[in-house]
């Protein structure tokens, strides 16, 4: 069985779904830098540029927005049997000045401002709801025939005319009173948000999607999850009274803890986050996965590391790669991993080999709520796939660049270090003759100036100082300074 563990403090709610005894999804949230993604603002066109059929939209915030031309509609009616459709000029239907409704698709990452869409979803535990649209979607996930049949025809009979909706996995089973109930709920919560756009100016927050842990109860819940665990009872309190309001049918799942030790060391789960998006991640085979976040992509490269079992070559690439491909599967959920991945995976010349590969991480991700894409393995072993990236992975929620090397993950070598010490000398040489010169270093450098101390003797010689060498722990290996003494 499954748990949803919930973590709250008043600085960050921390969120943890756990399979059997391992940690397959983790969610943080920071009051201090809460998520955007499925907040609805009404927004002012700043700039139209029809070059790239796209706009820029004031929302309130210190970023403009980004508006494409698939991500707005022109109308309530919408063809789903074609994909991708795009306003392909957007200068006709926006113009600058123009207050709009949007929601926010995607965080701001870097220097890029949120992505936002007209396309507007009000989502439930069991729907979705879309004002714009006219039409009645199932999740693909749900794979029964007979039941998306009976799940079509029960809310057929409930729905409100001339709109739009989506079942979703979770409403399987779920009786027509239980679709009926959140379909009245999402109605009024549209009505109010209509309400509140027509008294406020643009830019304006209209809508505030939930916070982290009322987010994971609503999408993540399932038939397998058991309990929904709670450490603060004021957090507990506040979720009971939320979900008695509009998702009563899961308040029984819903307990506090209150021991003393942390929530997830309580059910067998260490939070290391240094291990967690650790670089290297081995195998229990003995080979090992490196996974390098890059600014435009996440590459994952295989590695045979210490492996020693099946003697043939190929044989032993092929079976590194299946445990690799599940391992990456993993990862790519827990850490929260979107965007464009590349996999490089150990050479295999057997084509049979790389498609039971490519299936074994699909079927792996499986579970995952993400939507991918794939392309095949190259003749290079190079897998190239899209995660859906909504919110922010771990490794940017808890990394920040590093302020010595700017986020290169190189930093000047100790020689580089003591030969720019060794050409400040020479040009302070004229100046110190016959004077001692303190130079106060991180006490790592006294290794490679002990082995390369002529050069320093030299320059005493040349220039008729003394030097005087004076370790500070609290340095950092790029600092150093001078005292004339």
Not at 231 to 236: C, G, I, L, S, T
Request: glycine share 6%.
């Amino acid at each position: 069985m499954e748990k949803l563990l919930i973590s709250y403090t008043p600085f960050e709610i921390r969120v943890g779904l756990i399979e059997g005894n391992q940690l397959v999804e983790f969610y943080v949230e920071r009051s201090s830098e809460k998520g955007l993604v499925g907040n609805i603002y009404k927004a002012k066109v700043v700039r139209v540029v029809p070059g790239i059929n796209s706009a820029f939209l004031d929302l309130g915030l210190t970023r403009t927005a980004f508006l494409f031309g698939n991500d707005i509609m022109t109308s309530g009616e919408i063809d789903w049997d074609k994909e991708n459709i795009v306003v392909t000029n957007l200068h006709e239907v926006l113009k600058e000045g123009q207050e709009i409704l949007v929601q926010v698709t995607k965080e701001p990452i870097g220097n890029k401002g949120a992505r936002v869409s007209t396309n507007l979803t009000l989502p439930g535990h069991y729907l979705v709801y879309l004002p714009y649209m006219n039409h009645v979607g199932i999740s693909r996930k749900i794979k029964n025939e007979k039941e998306r049949k009976r799940l079509k025809e029960t809310f057929e009979e409930i729905r409100p005319p001339n709109t739009g909706w989506i079942i979703r996995t979770a409403a399987v089973e779920a009786s027509q009173e239980d679709l009926k109930t959140e379909t009245e709920f999402l109605l009024c919560l549209w009505q109010e948000i209509k309400e509140r756009s027509e008294k406020l100016k643009a830019p304006a927050l209209i809508y505030e999607e939930l916070n982290i842990a009322l987010r994971a109860i609503r999408d993540l819940f399932n038939k397998q999850i058991s309990a929904i665990v709670v450490d603060n009872r004021e957090f507990y309190e506040s979720i009971k009274d939320f979900l008695e309001k509009f998702f009563p049918h899961l308040v029984p799942y819903v307990e506090l803890y209150e021991g003393y030790e942390d929530i997830f060391t309580a059910h067998g789960i260490q939070i290391d986050i240094k291990k967690i998006l650790s670089r290297k991640v081995w195998l229990k085979s003995g080979g090992f996965i490196v996974i390098e976040p890059c600014e435009a992509f996440t590459a994952i490269d295989v590695n045979t590391g210490r492996y020693t079992g099946a003697k043939e070559l190929e044989e032993t690439v092929f079976k590194i790669n299946l445990e690799a491909a599940e391992e990456i599967a993993y990862q790519l959920r827990l850490r929260n991993i979107g965007g464009l991945i590349i996999i490089d995976f150990i050479d295999m010349e057997d084509s049979e080999h790389q498609e039971l590969v490519l299936q074994t991480l699909k079927e792996a991700l499986k579970k995952d709520k993400a939507k991918h894409s794939f392309l095949p393995i190259s003749p290079f072993g190079v897998l190239q796939m899209t995660r859906e990236r909504k919110r922010e992975s771990l490794y940017q929620i808890f990394y920040e660049t590093c302020p010595y090397c700017q986020g290169e993950g190189k930093i000047k070598s100790k020689r580089t270090i003591y030969y720019e010490i060794l050409r400040r000398l020479i040009k302070m040489g004229p100046h110190v003759k016959n004077k001692k010169v303190e130079i106060e270093i991180n006490p790592e450098l006294s290794e490679i100036i002990g082995e390369e101390i002529h050069y320093l003797e030299d320059l005493e010689k040349r220039y008729n100082f003394t030097a005087i060498l004076k370790p500070n722990k609290e340095f950092h290996i790029y600092e150093y300074k001078f005292h004339i003494i």
